[in-house]
C-alpha cells in the first residue's frame, strides 16, 4: 500500500478546484481493448486544465504463455509478449503523463510478478507515481482510496433496478473496511463496471428540547484526535464505487472468459470526481468509445457525462 500526498506536491500541482478521473482495467495487448476510448480518454483530459486521473491497475494483458488463462485466440502475437505491451501503455498514456498521479498494479501485473514488475516499468517511463495494490490519495482537503479490486460483482435477482441497488450494496460491502476510514471517496478495479454508491442521504429526526426537528444531515467528519488534525467519516458517508473499463466483453469471432460465464456486457468507461474550492461536489460516470469530438462535450443526465453524444 502506499499512501501519496499530492497537497504541494513538487511533481504535480492539485488545484482547490478540478476533476479527477479515474479509469483502469485497459489490458492492452487483450484483442477487445477497446482503442477508441483511450483516445476519447486522452483528449477528454487534455480537454480542461484542471483535469487529473489516475490508473487502477490491469493496465496490460501480461498473459504468457505458460500461463493457465493463455488461450491461442486472445494472446497470440502481441498479446503474449509483455515488453510490447509495456511500450504500448506507455504510448497510450505518455501524451497526459504530465495529468496523471499514480498507476495501481492489477492482478494480471502481479501475476508476473517473479518476472518483471510492471508496474514500475509503466510508471518509471511515464514519470508518475507507483501506487502499489492500493493507494491512498491526499488531495488538499480531500482523502480517497483506490484499490485494484478482487472477485466479482453480478448480482441476478430481480429486475433490472433491483439488480442495480444489488450492486451498489456489493460494492460498499467490498469497499467498506480498507484502510479508508478518513477517505471521502473509496473507489476499486477489476469487475469492469461503472458503478457508484452515494452517501446515504436519509432522514433524522432530532429536538431542540422543546419540538422535534426533521434534517438531511450532511457528510460529516467526526474529530480523533483535534491536535493531530486526525477525524473519520463515517461509512454512510462516503461515496463508494467501481471504475470501468476499456475492455469489449463480446467480440465477433472468438469467444472470452467474459461470453463464457454469461456476463452482461461492460460499459466503457470511467468516474469523474468533481471538487471545488476542496470540496466534493459530485461523482459521476463518463462513457467512453466514439469518434465524436470531446472538447465540446459535457452532457450531464442522471449521474452521467456521456462523452457520445455531441453538445
Not at 478540478?18 to 482503442?35: F, Q, R
Not at 484499490?147 to 467498506?176: C, S, Y
Not at 478495479?189 to 446515504?200: A, F, K, N
Amino acid at each position: 500500500m502506499q499512501l501519496l500526498n499530492y497537497t504541494n506536491s513538487n511533481r504535480i500541482n492539485i488545484p482547490s478546484t478540478y476533476d479527477l478521473y479515474c479509469w483502469g482495467d485497459t489490458h492492452v495487448g487483450n484483442p477487445g481493448l477497446h482503442e477508441e476510448a483511450i483516445l476519447h480518454f486522452r483528449r477528454y483530459i487534455k480537454a480542461k486544465k484542471n483535469r487529473f486521473f489516475v490508473h487502477l491497475g490491469d493496465a496490460c494483458e501480461a498473459i504468457t504463455l505458460s500461463d493457465k488463462r493463455y488461450e491461442l485466440d486472445m494472446h497470440m502475437g502481441r498479446a503474449g509478449r509483455v515488453m510490447d505491451q509495456i511500450r504500448e501503455v506507455v504510448d497510450w498514456f505518455n501524451p497526459i503523463a504530465d495529468r496523471g498521479l499514480c498507476f495501481l498494479e492489477g492482478n494480471h501485473e502481479h501475476k508476473l510478478h517473479n518476472t518483471i514488475k510492471i508496474t514500475d516499468e509503466i510508471c518509471r517511463e511515464l514519470n508518475m507515481d507507483n501506487g502499489t495494490y492500493t493507494a491512498k490519495l491526499v488531495l488538499n482537503d480531500i482523502k480517497g482510496l483506490i484499490w485494484h479490486g478482487a472477485g466479482i460483482v453480478n448480482p441476478r435477482a430481480g429486475d433490472k433496478r433491483q439488480i442495480e441497488t444489488n450492486k451498489q450494496i456489493a460494492i460498499k460491502r467490498k469497499l467498506r473496511w480498507l484502510p479508508g476510514g478518513d477517505a471521502d471517496w473509496l473507489g476499486m478495479g477489476h469487475i469492469h463496471q461503472l458503478i457508484i454508491h452515494p452517501p446515504d442521504d436519509y432522514l433524522h429526526l432530532i429536538d431542540d428540547g422543546k419540538n422535534l426537528k426533521q434534517v438531511y444531515p450532511s457528510p460529516g467528519r467526526i474529530v480523533v484526535d483535534k491536535k493531530r488534525g486526525l477525524y473519520r467519516i463515517p461509512e454512510e458517508d462516503r461515496w463508494y464505487f467501481s471504475s470501468g473499463s476499456a475492455l469489449r466483453q463480446y467480440l465477433g469471432g472468438v469467444s472470452g472468459y467474459a461470453e463464457r460465464a454469461g456476463y452482461p456486457p461492460s460499459e466503457i468507461g470511467c468516474i469523474k470526481i468533481s471538487v471545488k474550492n476542496d470540496k466534493l461536489k459530485n461523482i459521476e460516470k463518463v462513457y467512453l468509445g466514439t469518434n465524436d469530438p470531446l472538447e465540446s462535450v459535457d452532457n450531464k443526465v442522471d449521474n452521467k457525462v456521456d462523452v457520445r453524444k455531441v453538445a
